[in-house]
Antibody, heavy 123, light 107 residues
Framework: QLQLQESGPGLVKPSETLSLTCTVS??????????WGWIRQPPGKGLEWIGS???????YYNPSLKSRVTISVDTSKNQFSLKLSSVTAADTAVYYC???????????????WGQGTLVTVSS | SYELTQPPSVSVSPGQTARITCSGD??????AYWYQQKPGQAPVLVIY???ERPSGIPERFSGSSSGTTVTLTISGVQAEDEADYYC??????????FGGGTKLTVL
């Protein structure tokens, strides 16, 4: 059964870079059938797509975050990572990683999801 | 930017039918997906490609599409169905978009 687990610092200072890693187990991140994505959820609010990546390294970002986001993949470790630069309090959220099952191109549905990790931006 | 619009809340009594709508201009051309999220938990996929149900999801969950609106229907609602529900789709450029979420309350 495929499982995803987010890891990284739970506290980041304003203006610094948030870095998270998602470790995939029970399946290969190099599968040509799937993409991999990051989604976040501010406390008490809705879901926001951050971006997605294919095992080859092709990336797709939310235009509203594109200037600050970098998603990368390490197939040797079965991991993919998120970097979000110049963070502010508005970036405080639970960050989820998930497998993206493509419907049309790099869009589709997310299943399964990791348990999520809360990242707080504060000095 | 493209938006998917959901009602903030829906309330039903146990055993009744709950219908949660999601509206967006691109929905006639893009599939919609639905997620259930209970407090403190990650979202779980309950419907994909407008009306397909993943294995393990109860048959009382169904999805439909008509024009610019997709609907998640929960027949014979149970107390355990109380949760937030999110629709998800994409715009014409491939940007993934989530609806604002609907809180389902079982009275």
């Amino acid at each position: 059964q495929l499982q995803l687990q987010e890891s990284g610092p739970g506290l980041v200072k304003p203006s610094e870079t948030l870095s998270l890693t998602c470790t995939v187990s029970g399946g290969s991140i190099s599968s040509s059938s799937y993409y991999w994505g990051w989604i976040r959820q501010p406390p008490g609010k809705g879901l926001e797509w951050i971006g997605s990546i294919y095992y080859s390294g092709s990336t797709y970002y939310n235009p509203s975050l594109k200037s600050r986001v970098t998603i990368s993949v390490d197939t040797s470790k079965n991991q993919f990572s998120l970097k979000l630069s110049s963070v502010t309090a508005a970036d405080t959220a639970v960050y989820y990683c998930a497998r993206l099952v493509p419907g049309v191109a790099a869009t589709g549905w997310f299943d399964p999801w990791g348990q999520g990790t809360l990242v707080t931006v504060s000095s | 930017s493209y938006e998917l619009t959901q009602p903030p809340s829906v309330s039903v009594s146990p055993g009744q039918t709950a219908r949660i709508t999601c509206s967006g201009d691109a929905l006639p051309k893009q599939y919609a997906y639905w997620y259930q999220q209970k407090p403190g938990q990650a979202p779980v996929l309950v419907i994909y490609k407008d009306s397909e149900r993943p294995s393990g999801i109860p048959e009382r969950f169904s999805g439909s599409s008509s024009g610019t609106t997709v609907t998640l229907t929960i027949s014979g609602v149970q107390a355990e169905d109380e949760a937030d529900y999110y629709c998800q789709s994409a715009d014409s450029s491939g940007t993934v978009v989530f609806g604002g979420g609907t809180k389902l309350t079982v009275l």
